[in-house]
């Protein structure tokens, strides 16, 4: 989870005023040696939605969402559902409102791209759409004996309730995808759950343990550690509130210990979290990460060979023969890694947030083009028309013509915007679907001034 911290705190303080994207968040839970339960979380701030008069004389928002997984480039699942939100009147409206929610897949262990896609269906133009890359665990006797730490913003026990999303092993939990507290609201609530401690432990208890430290792993010391004795169970759930209520503004890190009676450390998880404190705001420095600490935090730093591969390919648009040359060159891992993550980094369009716009976008413009582009023998961003739209994104207009006894089927992409204006051609001259282009008025792409002439039949 990646966000520009200090816009967050500068909205949640009221001291400017900006269209607030969506929140996003998962975690992951046993469910069988073979599939892993993933939660993904999610809340739509309501301010940022159209609000148009109904019937009745209230007012109502409305919102598709459409909710993407794939593997490498491929779509592993998809599926779209519409949330609204009524109110009285306009000035029921306010940052604090959200519409919320949980949903839930079995996924088998491995590496996903997650997408999240939202439409304001009162102006279709309001869109927004966030990445997460998802590293999928498998949960076994052997590994894995805590789960990934689910913050929410209330916890309570409830009786058993399937019509409501937020009901779980006995509990409503409320999620915080934002993972953001405040002066205002400084209970933080964490959920997360171990397994498997009776084959780890000796003895009828163990210990857990809750700090709060930097994002360097050093002690909070505003924040007294809580220790928690419990009875060892084959599966327990771990459940409680910390006030962060002393915490000055910055970025910090929720620490989950497992302890044995001697008080030594087997297990741990922690999750980053934001806390926003007016009355101790810091001067930005704590909000800007240096290199090392950026690259740490970084998808890149938990790559394998595998996923850097497929994600290298994934740049031969636009890098250069002399990084692609180096890039080969290496077979050390961490040095893959770090390579890939400079690379992507220089692409860069505004380093000084902690997430790199370029390549979310870039990302978002290859699964586009793999459902607008896929041809018989390959997919959508490998064809001539995924890679202009890649790099040159949406056109300002197309001219279509479809296969006719006189001339193939051939399309005209005008980008009004690029060196005055320019075009590129595309053609299906082997009438496989299969538009490879022939023309274009761009410097450095192909020119084929007789392009007219071959495109006749």
């Given at each position: 989870m990646k966000k520009i911290s200090l816009l967050i705190f500068l909205l949640l303080a009221g001291q400017i005023a900006a269209q607030v994207s969506v929140e996003l968040d998962h975690a992951t839970f046993r469910y069988n040696e073979q599939e892993t339960m993933t939660e993904i979380y999610y809340a739509i701030p309501t301010a940022g939605l159209k609000f148009v008069e109904i019937p009745s004389g209230k007012i109502k928002a409305r919102v598709m969402v459409r909710l993407s997984f794939f593997v490498e480039s491929d779509l592993w699942q998809e599926e779209s559902w519409k949330m609204e939100k009524i109110l009285n009147d306009t000035s029921e409206i306010n940052y604090a409102d959200r519409m919320m929610d949980v949903v839930r897949y079995l996924m088998k262990p491995g590496e996903y791209?997650?997408?999240?896609?939202?439409?304001d269906l009162n102006d279709t133009r309001n869109t927004h759409n966030v990445d997460q890359h998802l590293k999928i665990p498998a949960y076994?006797?052997?590994?894995?004996?805590?789960?990934?730490?689910?913050?929410?913003?209330?916890?309570?026990?409830v009786q058993m309730d399937t019509s409501n999303v937020f009901w779980k092993n006995g509990f409503e939990i409320t999620p915080n995808p934002a993972a953001i507290y405040s002066t205002n609201s400084p209970m933080l609530f964490y959920y997360l759950e171990s397994y498997h401690l009776d084959q780890q432990l000796a003895g009828d208890v163990y210990k857990n343990r809750v700090q709060i430290t930097t994002t360097e792993g050093k002690l909070i010391d505003a924040i007294m550690p809580k220790h928690q004795t419990k009875n060892l169970l084959s599966s327990s759930l771990e459940i409680g509130t910390l006030n962060l209520s002393a915490l000055a503004s910055g970025t910090y890190h929720f620490k989950f210990d497992i302890l044995n009676l001697s008080d030594s450390v087997l297990f741990t998880q922690k999750k980053m979290f934001y806390f926003y404190?007016?009355?101790q705001i810091n001067d930005g420095s704590n909000f800007v990460r240096d290199p090392e600490t950026a690259f740490l935090q970084s998808d890149f730093a938990e790559m394998t060979m595998k996923h850097l591969d497929t994600d290298f390919k994934l740049t031969q648009y636009f890098s250069s023969h002399e990084e692609k040359e180096f890039y080969e060159k290496l077979d050390d891992l961490p040095a893959k890694r770090r390579f890939l993550y400079k690379l992507w980094k220089r692409r860069d369009t505004n380093p000084a947030t902690e997430i790199n716009e370029y390549r979310i976008e870039y990302l978002r413009r290859i699964k586009e083009a793999n459902k607008r582009y896929r041809s018989y023998f390959m997919k959508g961003w490998r064809t001539d028309r995924g890679r202009v739209f890649l790099l040159y994104g949406e056109p300002s207009d197309v001219e279509r013509y479809p296969n006719n006894p006189t001339s193939f089927a051939h399309e005209i992409w005008h980008y009004e915007n690029i060196e005055g204006g320019v075009k590129f051609v595309f053609v299906d001259l082997q009438e496989f679907g299969e538009y490879r282009q022939i023309h274009s008025t761009k410097q450095g792409e192909t020119t084929q001034q007789d392009w007219e002439r071959i495109i006749q039949k």
């Open positions: 791209t997650l997408s999240l896609f939202l439409q076994s006797a052997q590994s894995n004996y805590l789960s990934d730490i689910q913050f929410a913003g209330s916890i309570r026990q404190n007016p009355d």
